[in-house]
Nanobody, 119 residues
Framework: QVHVVESGGGLVQAGGSLRLSCAVSGSHFSAMMMGWYRQAPEKQRELVATISSRASINYADSVKGRFTISRDNAKNTVYLQMNILKPEDTAVYYC?????????????WGQGTQVTVSS
């Protein structure tokens, strides 16, 4: 069983920074593709950033140069460092992992953490 738990959200002023963490329990974390997604009110959930088991990284254009995704396989944790935050970054941020490389078709989502950026 895989459990995903996000933390680190909060209220921050525009231009500020936050660091989100995503702790994953269960086996084979190092083989998992991990990603951060976000969903603003009345909008579709969107991809923010992903990091593969080999640390190949992909960012949404809207966060490039401001956000950094990283992983620590020794701690079974993925991070999202968010700098120069904007009001439009306000959303619930979700962490997702998958183990498709191991033949597991499931997506494992966390419960989300709220990020609010005030102007």
């Amino acid at each position: 069983q895989v459990h995903v738990v996000e933390s680190g959200g909060g209220l921050v002023q525009a231009g500020g920074s936050l660091r989100l963490s995503c702790a994953v329990s269960g086996s084979h974390f190092s083989a998992m593709m991990m990603g951060w997604y976000r969903q603003a009110p009345e909008k579709q959930r969107e991809l923010v950033a992903t990091i593969s088991s080999r640390a190949s990284i992909n960012y949404a254009d809207s966060v490039k140069g401001r956000f950094t995704i990283s992983r620590d396989n020794a701690k079974n944790t993925v991070y999202l460092q968010m700098n120069i935050l904007k009001p439009e970054d306000t959303a619930v941020y979700y962490c997702k992992g998958d183990r498709r490389a191991l033949g597991d078709p499931a997506d494992y989502w966390g419960q989300g953490t709220q990020v609010t950026v005030s102007s």
